[in-house]
């Protein structure tokens, strides 16, 4: 499995996600994210400014949550 976190560096928030996200990570349930820095390109801020932290499962799926870890959102895309 693999996560998408568009994220922003000054932002406790989007640390406090990844700490989280990554806590959830087990032996038998390995996964791996991709910190995105969404003020490193113009589109990626017009679409996330204020929604980071956001999180993908799938990117072809809608987010799985933002603001703050869902869980039974990331345990369902981990099932």
Do not use: W
């Amino acid at each position: 499995m693999h996560f998408t976190l568009y994220s922003r560096s000054y932002c406790h928030l989007c640390q406090d996600m990844l700490e989280a996200l990554n806590a959830l990570q087990t032996p038998e349930r390995p996964f791996t994210v991709a910190v995105i820095d969404v003020d490193a390109d113009a589109t990626l801020v017009a679409r996330f400014d204020e929604l980071v932290p956001v999180l993908y499962g799938d990117l072809d799926q809608p987010e799985l949550c933002h603001y703050f870890l869902d869980e039974s959102a990331v345990k369902r895309a981990l099932a």
